[in-house]
């Protein structure tokens, strides 16, 4: 199992930025896909989370309204849209996977089994 985060990079304050992670080596329709985040010296944390059939996310509150999780299953890929981007936002974007199939959205890393590379966003302001 791989996946392929890509589409950060560095952008003012009040911009937007979309991150794209590919994944493959296995099936993922069934399973749900998040974004968690970390900047230097924190913990990772909970950004945005789509299940199996995109009828379901869910979103931490700092990033609710700005940012929106979509996936497109034919292509094995998840998509943070990142609008009205802040400082507080920098940080290295990680996607996740959980591996069991058609489970409920979960918001800590301990859900999730597959994790990308990660993908560096800066925000200046």
């Known amino acids: 199992v791989q996946l392929q985060a890509s589409g950060g990079g560095l952008v003012q304050a009040g911009g937007s930025l979309r991150l794209s992670c590919a994944a493959s080596?296995?099936?993922?329709?069934?399973?749900?896909m998040a974004w968690f985040r970390q900047a230097p010296g924190k913990e990772r944390e909970f950004v945005a989370a789509v299940n199996w059939d995109s009828r379901s996310t869910t979103y931490a509150d700092s990033v609710k309204g700005r940012f929106t999780v979509s996936r497109d299953n034919t292509k094995n890929t998840v998509y943070l849209q990142m609008n009205s981007l802040k400082p507080e936002d920098t940080a290295t974007y990680y996607c996740?996977?959980?591996?069991?199939?058609?489970?409920?959205?979960?918001?800590?890393?301990?859900?999730?089994?597959?994790w990308g590379q990660g993908t560096l966003v800066t925000v200046s302001s």
């Open positions: 080596g296995r099936t993922f329709r069934t399973v749900n």
């Open positions: 996740a996977v959980e591996q069991s199939s058609f489970g409920t959205l979960r918001v800590t890393p301990e859900g999730y089994a597959y």
